[in-house]
């Protein structure tokens, strides 16, 4: 594909697209925003279009856009070496002062260094000088752990957008040169620069110091950046709609950040502490801006219902005329009121996440519900007419048996006689579908210690729930794969020694079985050993804001099948704080 074809292509996009800036690239800095993946899953990401917006409040700042061209035109790309160009005013990549990349899942790794190649510039950041753009990598899994991408970035932005895009503004504004900017870089929080450390390593998976480098006055962690309140900043929310994304012309808002559950296996709950709601006013003020570019509101929140004012907020977006779709709905916050207004909205099924069908394994998971409780949201959900049901269940989780397997097909079938019952009266019977997916122990959680369950069992277990659940009618249950998780594994769990690896699978097409062997890397090392008796661990180089101290208590308690039961929400802020370094 030649410049005038991408130019071409870029001004059609534009052509579809309403709410985008353009901005003088004259006496500005000009940033690149990268985002990992096609255009159309990056425009259906919030967290690109909250840094796009940041960026651009910035007077002297111009950002545009850049996405991983689809598989077809990447390849022609590819052979005639062709370079990115930016979406708003088809400038070469390469020509911009900092290319920042927004990275949200571990499997774009791998496009991260495809974008990088097809910007022309080299991949490692100790082979860049000042000609080439300041290569910045932020995004939720950089501030889980950011090692296994650290030798590609120059800097790491850890932390949220909000904190980060004016610091480091700021930074550039009052910086001499490159090096004066990673200097002052290093000195805020939330920015790692890991050229400023040396690292030490042991046997394959160990890492066993992080070393500030003299006279960078780079600190012996890096705290995670974050707002302290929502209450003056504007929710972020779409700004740019188009039709060509994955939901379509859409308009996302973000609802509440955080989750005071603590469900032992999830990063996202303990990562956004505390929780925190935006404002009522800003939530419904955007979205009354927005009522003219979409008829469909997806709210974004891993605990919506802890929204205290959640019920009017629906009522008021089903008044604007909204179709409203929740994200995963937290199962003890579910009220009647809440599911008749998404109803009434257009919606006809929802999602929520059991993670297993036993009472004894949700107490070692922490999350603090029972069957009869799920199944008491089910009557909601369904006798207020709800057609659908979509689960999330998990297997290879501690202490796991035979019986845990057996008791998520039980609940199923319980799940689906509710279905059923109220079905009948409608005449119409709908469906339950459900995800079944191994444990990756994640950084930056209470079980970032433990080494994910061996091949042959979860392989067993995997075969094992595939026949209890194949012939339940109407409901249709997909087991993933346990050979995915194993390296989605290694790269949440990897250390900088990972590296290899990322550019081998780029460079054959994502095969990381003949990438481990082609780099030599034990990828074992990683993913199935115990990590217990470490002292250092390869993401401790960000603090993320718990205590390793909370996460071994949370950790002994999940052997002990206890719950730590979340504080209601009046004092939940104040009871989670001290455990927040």
């Known amino acids: 594909m030649q410049d005038w074809e991408q130019r071409t292509r870029a001004k059609d996009v534009l052509a579809k697209e309403v709410g985008y800036v353009r901005k003088p690239h004259g006496g500005r800095l000009r940033v690149a925003l990268c985002f990992p993946n096609t255009y159309f899953v990056g425009m ?4 690109l279009q909250t840094v796009y917006t940041l960026f651009n409040n910035e007077p002297d700042v111009v950002c545009e856009r850049v996405f991983l061209p689809p598989k077809q035109e990447l390849a022609t790309l590819v052979g005639r070496g062709a370079r990115l160009v930016s979406i708003e005013s088809q400038t070469p990549i390469a020509d911009f002062d900092v290319l920042a990349f927004s990275v949200s899942f571990e499997w774009d790794y791998t496009n991260v260094v495809t974008m990088l190649r097809l910007c022309g510039l080299p991949l490692r950041a100790e082979a860049r000088n000042q000609r080439h753009p300041l290569v ?5 899994v950089t501030f889980v752990n950011p090692e296994p991408l650290a030798l590609f970035a120059d800097v790491i932005a850890a932390g949220e957008g909000e904190s980060l895009v004016p610091a480091f503004a700021q930074a550039v504004r009052e910086a001499s040169d490159r090096d004066d900017l990673l200097l002052r870089l290093a000195a805020k929080r939330g920015f790692y620069i890991p050229s400023f450390y040396d690292v030490h390593y042991g046997e394959p998976g160990v890492v066993e110091a992080f070393v500030p480098k003299p006279g960078t006055g780079a600190p012996a962690v890096v705290k995670k950046a974050a707002l302290s309140t929502t209450d003056t900043v ?9 039709p060509d994304t994955e939901f379509g012309s859409r308009f996302l808002i973000e609802v509440v950040r955080g989750c005071a559950n603590l469900c032992r296996f999830c990063w996202a709950g303990y990562n956004y502490l505390p929780v925190r709601a935006f404002p009522k ?13 979409s008829s469909r509101a997806g709210l974004v929140s891993i605990a919506l219902c802890d929204h205290p004012d959640i019920e009017e907020i629906l009522t008021s977006l089903a008044a604007m005329g909204y179709a409203i779709s929740p994200a995963s709905l937290r199962l003890d916050d579910l009220t009647p009121t809440i599911v008749r207004l998404l109803r009434e909205s257009g919606e006809k099924g929802l999602t929520i996440a059991p993670e297993t069908g036993s009472d004894r394994l949700r107490r070692v998971i922490n999350k603090t519900v029972t069957n009869d409780e799920i199944l008491a949201a089910a009557e909601t959900i369904f006798s207020e007419g709800m057609e659908n049901l979509k689960l999330y269940y998990m297997i290879g989780l501690p202490t796991e048996t035979d019986e845990d397997l057996v008791a998520i097909r039980d609940l199923t079938i319980e799940l689906r006689e509710v279905m059923l019952k109220h079905a009948r009266a409608r005449g119409r019977i709908g469906t339950i579908a459900g995800s079944v997916n191994p444990l990756v122990p994640k950084p930056g959680t209470a079980y970032q210690r433990i080494p994910m369950e061996a091949p042959a069992s979860l392989d067993r277990k995997m075969k094992r729930l595939r026949n209890l659940v194949s012939n339940i009618e109407n409901c249709y249950i997909t087991v993933k794969s346990e050979r995915h998780s194993f390296y989605q594994g290694l790269l949440s769990l990897g250390d900088r020694r990972v590296a290899p690896v990322i550019e081998a699978a780029e460079a054959n097409g994502g095969n990381w079985r003949a990438a481990c062997a082609e780099t030599g890397v034990d990828a ?3 993913v199935f050993r115990d990590r217990s008796d470490d002292a250092v661990l390869a993401w ?5 804001g718990m205590k390793d101290t909370f996460f071994r208590n949370e950790f002994a308690k999940s052997l002990r099948e206890e719950w730590t039961l979340p504080p209601k929400r009046a004092a939940e802020n104040a009871k989670l704080l001290p455990m927040i370094g």
């Open 234 to 242: 504007d929710p972020p929310s779409t700004v740019i709609f188009t």
């Open 524 to 526: 074992d090392a990683y």
């Open 44 to 47: 259906s990401n919030l967290g």
């Open 540 to 544: 401790d180089i960000i603090d993320g």
């Open 136 to 140: 910045v990598i932020g995004g939720a």
């Open 281 to 293: 006013e800003r939530i419904l003020e955007r979205a009354r801006a927005a009522r003219q570019y």
